[in-house]
Every structure is written in C-alpha cells, then in structure tokens.
C-alpha cells in the first residue's frame, strides 16, 4: 500500500478514531505519525482490542476464557487483509470482528472470526448477553419475555406461566428478527448461512 496523499493533512487528525492501513518494509504498522499526530491504524486498533480481551486486560467477564490463535499481528493483518468483508462499509461505518457466530470457542482465529456489519453484530450481542426471560415483578411465578426490534429498542414479549414458555417465545422472537434483518440487506452468502446455521434458522 502506497504512501498516504497529503491532502489527509487537510483534515481535521483529532476527529478521526483511527489512521488508514499502512505498510512498510513489507510489514504492517499498528501505528504511524501523520501531520505530527501519531495514531493506530485499523488494523492496529483491531489488534490492541484482541490482545485486551485474551490476555485478562478486558472489564467484561464474557472475555474471561478468550485466547488468541493469530501468531501475531502480521499474521492477524494479512488475514484481515485477505477477507474481502473487512473492507466493507455501510451507514454504520466499517463492517466488525466477530468471532462468535462460526464457533462456539473462546478462540480468536482465522477459522473463527469474519467481519459482519456493525448493526448485525449488535443484534447478536444483544442476544447473546442476555436470555431474555426473567421473572415476572408483579406476579412471581409468571415469567417475562423480553427483546429487541430490528432497530435495537426493546420489546416486551409477553408473560408466561413457565419459563419454558417464555424462552420458547423469545427464541421464536429471536428468529424472526434475524429473518427480518437478512430479508433487508444483502449479506455474502456465508454469513447467510453462518446466521442459519448458528441459530437454526
């Protein structure tokens, strides 16, 4: 990749959360110095991000178990480099990392992770976070189905006389959501069959 136009100076440096992909000397930068300003590069801030969360610096526990299978950050570059889905953009900006919709594993690895849309990604963490189902504060041997819309507001599900029910409902509710989301863009088709497969759509 080329050296950056200096029209980037032109810009206003602060405003941006990370600098375009770099390489030099056939080796790939985490960070550079543009205009005076230094600044990781997306791929550097990706990296960083992995590294957190697999090496016990994260605040999340849902991170406790994460390991990282990349050798190192050339490796982890060329990869993302390499998947044509990383260097997609929607309204939503650049599409993320997700390692949870091909593997249930703790592992970050090229088998495991691709890049989705940001707005999909939340919706899985939405649903992955949470079951959904809890006890009902005005009737306690009902329990309450909650979710969230395509647009990610809250939905009230419904209350049910068992848990069973109410996780039934949610699932269903879950489904249709995802349906609903692939029904509205155009997504590659193994993240179609990714999303059908990992939630048995």
Known sequence: MGRISPVWCGLRLADLVYYPDRREGG???????LCGQNRKTR?????NNLCTRTTGRHKDSCYDAAT????DFQEF????????????QDRDGFWELDKDLLSLTREYSSETCLFIPKRLNNLLIAFRTACGVTQDLNNSSNYVARGRDISGIKRHLGSFESRELAEIAYL??????????MMQN???????????????I
């Open 43 to 47: 791929i550097g801030t990706l990296w």
């Open 77 to 88: 570059a060329e990869w993302c480099y390499s998947c044509p889905e990383y260097h997609l």
């Open 186 to 200: 155009d997504l590659p088709q193994h993240i179609v069959l990714a999303i059908k497969k990992r939630w048995d």
């Open 27 to 33: 080796l790939w930068l985490k960070s550079y110095s």
């Open 172 to 181: 269903k509710h879950k489904r249709a959501i995802l349906k609903e989301y």
């Open 68 to 71: 990282n299978g990349f050798a």
